[in-house]
């Protein structure tokens, strides 16, 4: 059960708002993931976690797809529902 209580992406604003777009335009959803709608209470963490997501999952040697199932499988295996 979630604790922290997620921004919506219709009451985002300012900057918030643009990296949520920025969000979903690298991702192609169209929506914004809950990790990064927990950390919108705070633009400089939703910038630091979004540069770090960035940096970790679309770059280096290993494929997007393949370091997204890793995050999932280590995600179960840390008995995270979210």
Known sequence: MPTIKLVAERQAEGRVCEIFEEI?????????????RAAAHNVEHLEAYWHQYKTIMHKGAVDHATKEVIAMVVSALNTCDA
């Open 24 to 36: 979903k335009a690298v991702l192609g959803t169209s929506f914004v993931p809950a990790n990064f």
